[in-house]
């Protein structure tokens, strides 16, 4: 492609004209669909084309509009969304509260002049302070879930001045090259070693991490922090076992090391407390903030800190910077989303939907035992098990057929993932419920040879 600037001032005043129309008819359609295939292709990475649910299924589905629990293809056909953008959609997708406060703020100021106080950021931070648990009280704010984590592991370090981490196996924290030391998988890692230093421990093995770090102070190697998501969600919707937050807290106070939650996919009231770890009454030194922070509508993510984690970075607040984290527009979209889950009492609702869920997924496990295996979660971050990856995937593509999406954990479909916009309705739930028997029948019927099964994806 050689620079056709002609070319471009057009296709940005057709993509604008595009934007501004809220209809279009079949020749738009038409052409938005062959566009949005050619230029990922061609400009994106053809090789993940293949794993996103547009080519996956037997149409190719761009998505063009979403409300509440449901969003729509370019061609009207609307889906339920069980995925809910892997925890981003807490107070669904495009909540008008969230979209009013966005709008509200484009129409005064988007992005902050760096130079002077922006209110926004500091009533955010406020916020932040009160519905977080113990004595989390300042925050950094971010744009992603990676760069939170990343902000994490800086000052954890200023905070020891050490520099070796424990993750978990499964863990997952992002693929900056910081976070990414403490995701797991050697398919991530390895093509970017050296990384952070990062040691591993089975998840909820606490004797492993006792013995790591008991091992890491006796030979000096002392750990920075210890990170951890308290609910696993990319490694399978992994529930950390009762008690090892707490005896994880005190081997951390132990050998002076930060504990680190990362609530990225977990808090914001999906799990029916605003954090997973009031579950268990653990405070950590620091905690993680993404996706669904920003009510779906803008990137912010955050990393939330106790006071001492905090000082060195007061003594020089230059140590970490961002341009666009904690923007005005991002910050006006996280105070609405808090505003709506306490209104409207979501992270209840996530706890009393994910009560109905729960038992019911696991009746269809015993009913259809040849296709799954058992359902586990809390609200509504639950892991459907399936026997394996491909008999997974065959059940997410039956239910993409019957509209409603879903899927796996990362990179397999032996677990796939219930993660609906808190918003839900009852309805919506029992339809989905209704589509996943469906699902599993059909691909019951697969198993037993009476239909060959679709190749596995994703
Ligand atoms: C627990 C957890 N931490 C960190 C991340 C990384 O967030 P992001 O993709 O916004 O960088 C994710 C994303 O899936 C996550 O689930």
């Known amino acids: ?97 969230v979209l009013k406060a966005v709008r509200e703020q484009l129409d005064k100021q988007s992005i902050h002049s760096q ?36 902000a994490c592991l800086k000052m954890a370090m200023l905070a020891t001045g050490r520099h070796h981490f424990i993750g978990t196996t499964g863990g997952f924290h992002g693929k900056s090259l910081g976070s990414l030391g403490g995701t797991s998988k050697a398919v991530f890692r390895e093509p970017f ?15 492993a991490l006792k013995t790591t770090m008991e091992c890491c102070d006796f030979s000096g190697d002392r750990i920075a922090a210890f990170v951890v998501e308290p609910i696993q969600g990319e490694g399978g919707i992994n529930i950390a076992p009762p008690g090892y937050l707490k005896a994880a807290r005190e081997l951390c106070d132990k050998y002076g090391a930060m504990l680190v939650f990362d609530e990225i996919q977990c808090g914001m009231g999906r799990t029916g407390k605003m954090f997973y ?40 607040p230059f140590l970490h910077t961002t341009t666009f984290g904690g923007n005005p527009l991002a910050c006006a979209a996280a105070i609405a989303t808090i505003s709506v889950l306490l209104e409207e009492g979501l992270v209840e609702q996530a706890r009393q939907k994910g009560e109905y869920l729960l038992p019911r997924l696991n009746d269809l496990a015993h009913k259809y035992p040849e296709v799954m295996l058992s359902a586990r979660g809390v609200g509504l971050m639950i892991g459907m098990e399936f026997v394996d990856h ?6 997410a593509k039956e239910l993409f057929s019957r509209h409603i999406l879903i899927s796996g954990t990362y990179i397999n479909a032996r677990v796939l993932r219930v993660e609906p916009p808190l918003v839900i309705t009852h ?10 028997e469906e699902s599993i029948k059909q691909v019951r019927r697969e198993i037993k040879g009476e239909a060959p099964l679709k190749s596995a994806k994703n």
Not at 427 to 436: G, I, R, T
Request: glycine share 10%; proline share 3%.
């Open 427 to 436: 309805e919506q739930l029992d339809k989905f419920l209704q589509a996943l």
């Open 277 to 316: 770890c009031e579950y268990d009454g653990v405070v950590p030194d620091l905690m993680a903030l993404g996706k669904g922070f920003g009510g779906g509508v803008m990137p912010i993510g955050a990393c939330v800190g106790r006071e001492a984690t905090w000082q060195k970075y007061i003594e020089n």
């Open 193 to 207: 070693l050296p990384l952070l230093h990062w040691s591993h421990v089975p998840f909820g093995d606490l004797q």
């Open 115 to 150: 130079e002077l106080i922006d209110p926004l950021r500091t009533y955010l931070a406020r916020l932040v302070s009160l519905i977080t648990p113990g004595d989390l009280k300042y925050s950094f704010f971010t744009n992603s879930g990676t760069e939170s984590v990343e």
């Open 1 to 97: 492609m050689t620079q056709d600037l002609a070319n471009a001032k057009q296709l940005a005043k057709n993509v604008l004209d595009l934007i501004g129309k809220q209809n279009i008819d079949d020749a738009e359609r038409k052409m938005i669909v062959e566009d949005s295939v050619r230029y990922w292709r061609e400009h994106v990475n053809e090789g993940f084309l293949q794993y996103r649910k547009s080519v996956s299924t037997d149409y190719t589905a761009v998505e063009w509009q979403d409300e509440g629990a449901i969003f729509k293809d370019i061609n009207g056909k609307e889906f339920i969304d069980i995925l809910g953008g892997f925890g981003i959609y807490s107070v669904g997708h495009r909540h008008p509260k």
């Open 390 to 395: 491909e008999i997974g995937y065959a059940v």
